[in-house]
């Protein structure tokens, strides 16, 4: 069985000793106690799974706030396209694409603005998406973003409520539903 050593880009017979000068890693002979308050960390896939719920409760929330204020929401069939949801104003179909966060950074909450292929992360672009429509869970704020305004950032940070700096760059966009009904 042929094994491949990380630290030295080196394949290894199972069982084989490490060449001269390069020590093999030992393993710790056991993890120390966990505290019984400490929570056990997540694994990637914990973490995606609870991230993906998180996003998909905002979509639901986004599809309650948007019809409660008299849009009509629809969303394509699939996961192909670049937007969640079709909004229809009454006088034109925007599309849109939904983010949520918790996550906070330098005392401002932050959201990925961008989609991932095997190349990295890519900006949301006019062609692609009509608005990205952040909702901040903890203040049940929503920012109302044209792509326009960000489409060569792949993160945008948003003022909490009480933040100082009110003139913070993206806080005019604190729940400015009217932009959709702009022609």
């Known amino acids: 069985m042929r094994l491949f050593h990380w630290a030295h880009g080196d394949i290894l017979q199972k069982d084989q000793p490490p060449k001269p000068g390069r020590p093999r890693r030992k393993r710790p002979a056991s993890t120390p106690p966990r505290s019984p308050n400490s929570k056990p960390e997540k694994t990637a896939q914990e973490y995606e799974q609870t991230t993906k719920r998180r996003g998909e409760l905002s979509e639901l929330a986004f599809i309650f706030k948007a019809t409660s204020l008299g849009f009509h929401v629809s969303k394509p069939y699939g996961d192909s396209e670049r937007y969640d949801f079709i909004l229809d104003t009454g006088r034109r179909l ?14 401002l909450y932050r959201i990925n603005a961008h989609r991932r292929t095997n190349h990295g ?17 903890p203040e049940d704020a929503w920012f109302i973003l044209p792509i326009a305004e960000i489409q060569d950032r792949t993160s ?12 913070a760059h993206f806080a005019a966009y604190r729940e400015a539903w009217r932009l959709l009904r702009e022609p």
Not at 94 to 107: A, D, E, Y
Not at 122 to 136: G, R, T
Request: glycine fraction near 2%.
């Open 156 to 167: 945008v940070l948003f003022p909490p409520r009480n933040h100082p700096r009110k003139r």
């Open 94 to 107: 925007l599309r849109i694409q939904i983010k949520s966060t918790t996550t906070m950074f330098c005392g």
């Open 121 to 137: 992360s890519i900006p949301y672009q006019p062609n692609e998406v009509d608005f990205l429509i952040a909702h901040v869970i």
